[in-house]
């Protein structure tokens, strides 16, 4: 399964509304504060022209208004096209000033997160990680710490999405691993374990990771570090099926 992403920064955002539908403009005037209102352009605005790409439709202000993300019963995005169910199935995430919008086919499970990297305590380690996740950051090197810590955060913040549970959900219910390019072991009751630095990957390709969620469901996904920030993507997956992967295209754009 494809999954196509875009992201774009607040300065994209114009600053007129004449891109938001009706529905849209009232929603946005019944919101006092400017930092909301400023969040939930940007989201809008990168999840309309990740739409625009996506569908092959114009992207010229007046068009982009036809586009409307509604929120469903439970939170999650919903797409629609001259006000019917567009036949998309996204995902969005705002922090820091940008924006991410991941966009699949309907009904995909389908979830994305970005984070800014930084440090997180102990007693956030304590309460948010599984014990094999904080197994992970007690043998990563004290400056790949942050990374790692808001990389698994990310990781189930995007499962969570994909599920249309937020966190709703409890977070130790999602238990997160890598299979490239992280200090990952198959068995944590070796007592040779060491370290292994995060230098070695490139900040700012793709890597896979799995969130498992429960013995019948698994999701598959990816991760990226740029520019100070994580983003994750995953799909969800039966557990047999989780073997299998899905593509990500290319996004800043040119979708």
Same mark, same amino acid.
């Given at each position: 399964?494809?999954?196509?992403?875009? /992201?774009?920064?607040?300065? %994209?955002?114009?600053?007129?509304?004449?891109?938001?539908? @009706?529905?849209? !403009?009232?929603?946005? *005037?019944?919101?006092?504060?400017?930092? +909301? +209102?400023?969040?939930?352009?940007?989201?809008?605005?990168?999840?309309?022209?990740?739409?625009?790409?996506?569908?092959?439709?114009?992207?010229?202000?007046?068009?982009?208004?036809?586009?409307?993300?509604?929120?469903?019963?439970? *939170?999650?995005? /919903?797409?629609?096209?001259?006000?019917?169910?567009?036949?998309?199935? !996204?995902?969005?995430?705002?922090?820091? =000033?940008?924006?991410?919008?991941?966009?699949?086919? @309907?009904?995909? =499970? !389908? =979830?994305?997160?970005?984070?800014?990297?930084?440090?997180?305590?102990?007693?956030?380690?304590?309460?948010?990680?599984?014990?094999?996740?904080?197994?992970?950051?007690?043998?990563?090197?004290? /400056?790949? +710490?942050?990374?790692?810590?808001?990389?698994?955060?990310?990781?189930?913040?995007?499962?969570?999405?994909?599920?249309?549970? =937020?966190?709703?959900? %409890?977070?130790?219910?999602?238990?997160?691993?890598?299979?490239? *390019?992280?200090?990952?072991?198959?068995?944590?009751? +070796?007592?040779?374990?060491?370290?292994?630095?995060?230098?070695? !990957?490139?900040?700012?390709?793709?890597?896979? $990771?799995?969130?498992?969620?429960?013995?019948?469901?698994?999701?598959?996904?990816?991760?990226?570090? /740029?520019?100070?920030?994580?983003?994750?993507?995953?799909?969800?997956?039966?557990?047999?099926?989780?073997?299998?992967?899905?593509?990500?295209?290319?996004?800043?754009?040119? $979708?």
């Amino acid at each position: 399964m494809k999954v196509y992403w875009l /992201e774009q920064t607040a300065a %994209d955002v114009p600053a007129e509304n004449q891109w938001l539908s @009706p529905a849209e !403009i009232l929603s946005l *005037g019944r919101m006092r504060f400017a930092k +909301r +209102r400023n969040d939930w352009r940007l989201g809008r605005w990168t999840a309309k022209r990740a739409l625009a790409a996506h569908l092959n439709l114009r992207c010229d202000r007046l068009a982009l208004a036809k586009i409307e993300i509604r929120a469903a019963a439970s *939170g999650a995005p /919903e797409a629609f096209l001259f006000n019917q169910a567009a036949p998309v199935t !996204i995902s969005l995430s705002h922090r820091a =000033g940008i924006a991410m919008c991941a966009v699949a086919l @309907p009904g995909a =499970g !389908i =979830g994305c997160d970005l984070e800014v990297i930084e440090p997180r305590s102990n007693a956030f380690i304590a309460d948010y990680l599984t014990a094999h996740e904080q197994a992970l950051v007690e043998q990563t090197l004290d /400056e790949q +710490r942050a990374l790692l810590v808001t990389l698994l955060w990310s990781a189930k913040e995007s499962a969570l999405k994909a599920l249309h549970v =937020g966190l709703r959900l %409890d977070t130790n219910s999602m238990d997160v691993s890598f299979t490239d *390019g992280l200090p990952l072991y198959a068995d944590q009751s +070796r007592a040779d374990l060491s370290p292994v630095p995060m230098r070695d !990957i490139d900040p700012d390709g793709w890597r896979p $990771l799995r969130v498992r969620h429960s013995d019948e469901q698994a999701f598959c996904g990816w991760w990226r570090r /740029e520019n100070g920030m994580v983003r994750t993507l995953v799909r969800a997956l039966p557990l047999r099926s989780l073997l299998q992967s899905f593509s990500i295209f290319p996004g800043n754009g040119s $979708l």
